[in-house]
C-alpha cells in the first residue's frame, strides 16, 4: 500500500466470510495491493472447518485474519454474528499469538458479490439453478470475503497503519483484546 510516497506493508491477511453453510476465504498480498477469493469451505462436508482454515491460513503465510460479524440495517448483529464471534475465538486459540485474528463489520458483503460477478467474469457463478438459486453460492460466498477484505484495505489506505506499522487499529476488534475485557476482574483494577 503506498501512502504519502511511501510503501507500507499491510502484511497479507485472510478474510473469512462465515455463513451456516460455508465460509468464504479472500487473501489479499503482502502490500495490500490486490486481493484473491480462495473459495469455500462446506461446513457440512468438512467437520472441523476451524482446522482447514488455519491450514489455508498457514498455506498462505498471512499475518491477521478478519472474520466478518454480520450487522442488519438497523444496526443490530444479524443471525450468524455469535457463531461468527465463536469462530474467531477459536482461530484464536487455535493459532495463538503467531497470526493475528481480528472481527471487523462484514457488511452487505454477499449482495456486493452477487453484484460483481453478475456483471464480471463471474457471472456463470450466479445463473440461476433450480429453485432460483444461485449455481455456485460458494464462489459467492469466496467474493463476499475478497469484498469485505477490499473494504477494510481501503480503510487502511484512509487512516494508515499505526505509529508502531501495525494495520487495522481503526477497524475492528482484536479478538485477544476482546477476551482480556471479558476475564473476571479485567476492568475493577484486579
Same mark, same amino acid.
Given at each position: ?5 511511501a ?28 486481493t ?26 498471512v ?18 454474528? =455469535?457463531?461468527? +464471534?465463536?469462530?474467531? #475465538?477459536?482461530? *484464536?486459540? !487455535?493459532?495463538g499469538?503467531?497470526?493475528?485474528? $481480528?472481527e471487523? /463489520? ?6 456486493? =458479490?452477487?453484484? +460483481?460477478?453478475?456483471? #464480471?467474469?463471474? *457471472?456463470? !457463478? ?6 432460483? $438459486?444461485?449455481? /455456485? ?5 469466496a467474493a =463476499? ?24 487499529r ?17 476492568h475493577?483494577?484486579?
Amino acid at each position: 500500500m503506498v501512502r504519502n510516497g511511501a510503501i507500507r506493508q499491510i502484511g497479507r491477511t485472510l478474510a473469512v466470510d462465515y455463513g451456516s453453510r460455508r465460509v468464504g476465504l479472500a487473501v489479499c498480498d503482502a502490500l495490500g495491493i490486490t486481493t484473491r477469493p480462495l473459495g469455500a469451505i462446506d461446513r457440512r462436508r468438512t467437520p472441523d472447518f476451524v482446522a482447514a482454515i488455519v491450514a489455508v491460513a498457514r498455506d498462505e503465510a498471512v499475518q491477521r485474519i478478519l472474520v466478518g460479524i454480520p450487522h442488519l440495517a438497523s444496526g443490530d448483529e444479524g443471525a450468524v454474528a =455469535a457463531p461468527a +464471534r465463536t469462530l474467531a #475465538g477459536a482461530l *484464536a486459540a !487455535a493459532l495463538g499469538p503467531s497470526i493475528e485474528v $481480528r472481527e471487523v /463489520d462484514e457488511g452487505n458483503t454477499s449482495q456486493e =458479490a452477487v453484484v +460483481r460477478l453478475a456483471s #464480471g467474469r463471474g *457471472a456463470r !457463478a450466479v445463473r440461476r439453478g433450480s429453485g432460483g $438459486r444461485p449455481a /455456485d453460492k460458494g464462489a459467492i460466498d469466496a467474493a =463476499a470475503a475478497a469484498v469485505m477484505l477490499e473494504s477494510w484495505l481501503r480503510e487502511q489506505g484512509e487512516t494508515g497503519p499505526g505509529a508502531d506499522g501495525e494495520a487495522g487499529r481503526s477497524r475492528g476488534v482484536r479478538v485477544a483484546e476482546r477476551a482480556k475485557q471479558a476475564e473476571p476482574g479485567a476492568h475493577d483494577g484486579r
